[in-house]
């Protein structure tokens, strides 16, 4: 339902106005287009779902990895139902996301810009910091540098910083009646200098592409713009992906019985392998030291006919079961195999009550570091899902988003959080407690359940964003 409400960008009305008064294409409808066909993994669809910018139902910006001519691009595509397609904070950080997403994988980008520029009234939020705005520029500088190119379409209004997308781009297009590029539209030029201009004079496509040379493609309509995007990418004489016609085989249980095995609580535990066999090819799975410290799992096995190392939490993470982690995480390091993190750490255990346990729990935590480190400098991409519960400092361990895994995406059911309120079932004593120990208590339960959900994690973009879990292989 969510995603329903999303893909709806700003209502139906804004689209209503959009595409008939503006006589625009939807966002989705610009990216049909484009795309060779119907794969595209859309990154974080839930970011800016609840957060308290009045009544804005999503980041106005939409961004993913598709194909164009065979080729993998990640897209950073305004949404102007939203708002106008106006930049809010979690709206610039999407786009630092999919940058980021390029640099890492050399992934070709494509701008499709339709907005009005920055949100002024949360001007502090999006743009002096080192992470706020001005980083989408300096990224597209350095991306260049890389060597990776970048194409932009100037499909609406450009306005303000946005300008300079299409003008640090490799290759920019800008489409007749539809796009306008400028630092400062008209009403702007009108209270400074007292003259009417109109936006096609000002910044207008025929300007751009026969004055200015800030544009290098004229478009006459949508549609020719996008059929030039595809034909300006064939010519950037960048390989285009494998074909993905390598026979593998389907897990012999099938996926969507993943719905049911999605882990609700650790008051059962939930043997690990049953999902895997719901996810890897052929259900096969090599196990690497299957018999020691077994509330982890680790092996080897493919997916989609992907050679991956896999790290999947079965229970508590023990002293045997990290040592056993940082091994395996090693190899994976050594033989340049990426690695999987399946994610549902247990709840930090209650506190050391003896000189033994004391002496057991500090073992356990050094061995745990050991694999923090091995995790850190495992110089092989790594992708985590969090399934289940990601909680403390087991969450580092297990590749959590402060381990910068290339993709973390989270089932519905995930729950994100440095301990679980579920813990919480009396009051500390450091005293006698009383009704306002009471409600304090509740307040923090109710707060600590609230935050730690998989929509409050993903809407603000802590993950790449939640997947149904029948769609982990295909993810």
Same mark, same amino acid.
């Given at each position: 339902?969510?995603?329903?409400?999303?893909?709806k960008g700003g209502g139906e009305k804004a689209i209503e106005r959009h595409t008939q008064r503006n006589q625009k294409l939807f966002v989705r409808e610009r990216l049909r287009l484009l795309? /060779?066909?119907?794969?595209?993994?859309?990154?974080?669809?839930?970011? @800016?779902?609840?957060?308290?910018?009045?009544d804005?139902?999503? =980041?106005?910006?939409?961004?993913?990895?598709g194909k164009i001519c065979g080729i993998w691009c990640v897209f950073l595509a305004? /949404?102007?139902?939203?708002?106008?397609?106006?930049?809010?904070?979690? @709206?610039?950080?999407?786009?630092?996301?999919?940058?980021?997403? =390029?640099?890492?994988?050399?992934?070709l980008s494509v701008h499709l810009v339709d907005s009005g520029g920055a949100f002024l009234p949360l001007q502090s939020e999006l743009f002096p910091d080192k992470l706020h705005g001005g980083r989408i520029f300096y990224n597209e500088a350095i991306m260049s540098a890389m060597g990776i190119p970048q194409v932009a379409v100037v499909c609406g209004s450009c306005v303000a910083g946005g300008a300079y997308v299409p003008t640090m781009a490799q290759e920019s297009l800008i489409i007749d009646k539809v796009g306008t590029l400028f630092l400062a539209g008209p009403p702007l030029v009108k209270a400074a200098t007292g003259e009417d201009v109109s936006p096609e004079d000002l910044g207008g496509a025929r300007l751009h592409s026969q004055v200015s040379g800030c544009a290098d493609h004229f478009a006459a309509s949508e549609e020719e713009a996008y059929q030039c995007v595809r034909s300006v990418i064939s010519t950037l004489n960048w390989d285009p992906a494998p074909e993905g016609d390598v026979e593998h085989d389907s897990p012999l249980y099938s996926p969507e019985e993943l719905l049911g095995l999605a882990p609700l609580s650790y008051s059962c535990s939930l043997p690990v392998k049953l999902i895997l066999s719901r996810v890897v090819d052929g259900s096969r799975f090599q196990e690497f030291k299957a018999n020691y410290g077994t509330t982890l799992v680790t092996g080897f096995a493919h997916v989609e006919g992907h050679l991956l190392g896999i790290v999947a939490n079965n229970g508590e993470l023990s002293h045997d079961a990290a040592l056993k982690g940082s091994h395996f995480v090693q190899l994976c390091g050594q033989r340049g195999v990426p690695i999987l993190f399946l994610q549902n750490t247990a709840p930090p255990p209650a506190g050391p009550t003896s000189i033994s346990q004391a002496e057991a729990h500090s073992n356990r935590l050094k061995a745990q570091a050991s694999m923090m480190a091995a995790v850190a400098c495992a110089a092989v991409p790594k992708i985590t899902v969090i399934i289940g519960g990601c909680y403390g400092s087991e969450s580092?361990?297990?590749?959590?988003r402060s381990f910068s895994p290339n993709f973390l995406f989270l089932w519905p059911n995930a729950r994100v959080a440095l301990v679980d309120s579920r813990q919480f079932s009396?009051?500390?004593?450091a005293g006698d407690s009383d009704s306002a120990d009471e409600s304090e208590?509740?307040?923090?339960?109710?707060?600590l359940e609230e935050e730690s959900s998989a929509f409050y994690s993903s809407a603000r973009l802590w993950d790449d964003g939640i997947i149904l879990p029948q769609n982990t292989r295909k993810v």
């Open positions: 339902e969510l995603l329903e409400k999303v893909r795309l /060779d066909g119907e794969d595209f993994l859309e990154l974080s669809p839930l970011a @800016g779902l609840d957060m308290p910018y009045g804005v139902p999503a =980041a106005g910006c939409l961004t993913g990895i305004s /949404d102007a139902t939203v708002k106008g397609g106006t930049i809010y904070p979690i @709206g610039v950080k999407k786009q630092l996301r999919a940058q980021e997403i =390029a640099m890492e994988n050399r992934l580092y361990v297990m590749c959590g009396t009051v500390p004593q208590l509740k307040q923090l339960k109710a707060r």
